[in-house]
């Protein structure tokens, strides 16, 4: 029975790291199933079905998904070196809504909201300098220029 226990918790430590992908599988499988259903009863051929059936979920889920995650990329790398500052103008406490609004929750019930903006204008900063070695980390290298020989 202890061996029993012991072998099952070893393979929950084994499958645990893909527990995410495997939820992502069981969904995209129950959401493009009538599809493949559908291309099953035109094809007859089993792995050209599959093969489609991969090539619909590639064109519908990941080619958008990852156009989507570049073009967020490029727009958080375009706002977050000015963010702190933003973050400043906009919580300042004299002309600004949100500024009014944490001087009012301050008097209100007392709770020190200066040092919860500074605290949060600190970690944005930390934050746009590691996304900033981020992108500097990912930047594409230089691409070589092969030289073609007379033959």
């Known amino acids: 029975m202890a061996a029993t226990a012991i072998a099952l918790y070893l393979c929950w430590l084994m499958l645990k ?6 939820a992502w599988a069981v969904v995209l499988v129950i959401v493009f199933y009538p599809a493949r259903e559908r291309l099953g009863r035109r094809i007859k051929r089993r792995g050209l079905t599959a093969m489609l059936s991969c090539l619909l979920v590639i064109l519908v889920v990941v080619l958008p998904l990852t156009a989507l ?4 990329a490029e727009e958080l790398g375009k706002v977050v070196p000015n963010l702190p500052s933003q973050l400043s103008q906009l919580l300042d406490r004299q002309t600004s809504l949100f500024g009014r609004f944490f001087a009012w929750i301050e008097a209100r019930f007392g709770v020190d909201t200066l040092g919860s903006q500074a605290f949060l204008i600190e970690q944005l900063k930390h934050s746009g300098e590691r996304y ?8 594409p290298a230089p691409r070589l220029r092969l030289k073609r020989y007379p033959e």
């Open 69 to 72: 995650t570049m073009a967020l």
């Open 17 to 22: 790291p893909f527990i995410g992908v495997l």
């Open 132 to 139: 900033e070695r981020l992108q500097l980390n990912n930047a």
